[in-house]
Nanobody, 132 residues
Framework: QLQLVESGGDLVPPGGSLRLSCTVS????????IAWFRQAPGKERDRERE????????????DYKDSVQGRFSISKDPNKHSVYLQMNGLKPEDTGIYYC?????????????????????WGQGTQVTVSS
């Protein structure tokens, strides 16, 4: 069973920055596309998670939710079995539990953030709170 561990969540003021990490337990990241999803406060677990960003298995394709475009950046470090989400210019509406998810898709240049059921492997989440 693939295990994903998120870290890096914290309480930051508006305008602040955080870098979230997602570390994969497997020997290599290579087979997996990785995505970040967010569950906003008040949303029932396993429902209402919105896709934030993703990176394909090849690393050539990334995607971002419109509201984070230009502020967030996703990257991967295969040597550390990790994927990172750099979040700058944080806003109160970015608050939530951030989950990383992994999936082996057929296409090496595919990743998606529209539908969370595309992903079978999930971490436990890390809390991000943006507040003054």
């Amino acid at each position: 069973q693939l295990q994903l561990v998120e870290s890096g969540g914290d309480l930051v003021p508006p305008g602040g920055s955080l870098r979230l990490s997602c570390t994969v337990s497997e020997f290599t990241l290579e087979p997996y596309a990785i995505a970040w999803f967010r569950q906003a406060p008040g949303k029932e677990r396993d429902r209402e998670r919105e896709g934030i960003s993703c990176v394909s298995r090849s690393g050539r394709k990334t995607d971002y939710k419109d509201s984070v475009q230009g502020r967030f950046s996703i990257s991967k470090d295969p040597n550390k079995h990790s994927v990172y989400l750099q979040m700058n210019g944080l806003k109160p509406e970015d608050t939530g539990i951030y989950y990383c998810a992994a999936q082996e898709f057929y296409g090496e240049d595919y990743c998606g953030i529209t539908v969370e059921i595309e992903y079978d492997n999930w971490g436990q989440g890390t809390q991000v709170t943006v507040s003054s």
